[in-house]
């Protein structure tokens, strides 16, 4: 038998393939878009958010949906209270969640001390805790404070020391209840270390900050309309 070489193949033959690679090659690349596309995170709708926070609550969607229209921010604001909600189980209703305008006219999304008593409570383990403080001072306040954290599963418990000259801001918060909010902020920094609870602290605390009521309408900024809301949110403490 003659042998024949690549060589003497006519030059369609060795092309035969060439349409069925090209087409196999826009299938595989059609299959990874259309994979590609498929992994896209879809942004959930207000109301998807809704249902999943009040279902992760048990609570009434409708009792949510109410409060969202009640709640006078920004859409993206309310999603991502929701999105805090539904990931650390806290209800925005009973002030578990917290969100603060700064002066940079951003949104600040928090969770409060409601809400971090709310996950101490939940842990099975906890046994209880106590607080005490410096009997040294500086101007009336204690320069430390302590929380110790008591667990069920651990024979000493977990204690954290704060010093309220490492926390202290210019926020008014801090200048009219600075004994609260050291034992506050030591109480979080001890739940943090008993219980690995891991939530991003406010950024920007240092600077003076305006609260808007969940149902009142948006004033304009103006200097009269922050001292208002500041005065009012400093009276309600």
């Not at 035969?16 to 087409?23: A, F, G, I, V």
């Not at 259309?34 to 709708?45: A, D, N, R, V």
């Not at 920004?74 to 999603?79: A, G, I, S, T, Y």
Request: hydrophobic share 35%; with cysteine.
């Amino acid at each position: 038998m003659k042998k024949v070489s690549i060589l003497d193949l006519p030059e369609d033959l060795l092309d035969d393939d060439q349409p069925h690679r090209s087409l196999q090659s826009q299938t595989d690349k059609s299959e990874h878009a259309m994979s590609k596309q498929s992994q896209s995170p879809i942004e959930p709708t207000l109301c998807t958010l809704v249902t999943e926070v009040a279902n992760t609550l048990e609570i009434s969607s409708q009792e949510i949906s109410h409060w969202t229209k009640e709640t006078v921010v920004p859409q993206e604001v309310l999603k991502l209270i929701l999105r805090v909600a539904q990931r650390y189980q806290l209800n925005p209703l009973l002030g578990q969640i917290d969100w603060e305008l700064n002066l940079n006219g951003g949104y600040e999304v928090y969770i409060p001390i409601d809400g971090w008593i709310a996950m101490i409570h939940r842990e099975s383990s906890f046994k209880g805790l106590t607080f005490s403080q410096a009997t040294e001072t500086d101007q009336g306040i204690p320069i430390w404070m302590e929380c110790s954290i008591y667990r069920a599963d651990l024979i000493q418990p977990i204690t954290v020391r704060e010093y309220f000259a490492e926390l202290k801001t210019e926020h008014p918060i801090w200048i009219q209840k600075p004994r609260r909010m050291l034992r506050h902020k030591t109480m979080q920094q001890c739940a943090r270390l008993a219980f690995g609870i891991r939530i991003p602290e406010l950024q920007h605390f240092e600077q003076a900050k305006i609260k808007f009521s969940h149902t009142q309408k948006k004033p304009k900024e103006t200097t009269t309309n922050q001292k208002f809301l500041l005065k009012r949110k400093l009276t309600s403490l």
